[in-house]
């Protein structure tokens, strides 16, 4: 609900934690679609997330472990590094 409401309201800023929680691996895959719309759009969005397949829709990824920063980037190039 509180996703839904977040999405179909007007706005510059978009800022969701964790928007993943309870959605099935389709609506994950749906939602990284209309998080890619939102960005492409002109909208800014600011996500923190668990999941690699909705990280993917991001334009930048920040990796924290224990509250630093171990790698930042595009998503393709933190997680090429990630999986090496």
């Known amino acids: 609900m509180f996703l839904a409401s977040a ?32 960005r492409d759009n002109g909208t ?3 996500f923190a997330t668990h999941h690699r397949e909705l990280a993917r829709a ?4 920040v990796v924290l472990e224990d509250g630093a920063v171990v790698a930042e980037g595009g998503a393709d190039e933190v997680f090429t590094k990630a999986d090496a």
């Open 7 to 38: 999405l179909s309201r007007p706005r510059d800023l978009l800022v969701l934690d964790e928007p993943e929680q309870r959605l099935d691996p389709g609506a994950r895959l749906r939602l990284a679609d209309v998080l890619r719309a939102e």
């Open 44 to 46: 800014a969005v600011l």
């Open 58 to 61: 991001a334009h930048r990824v």
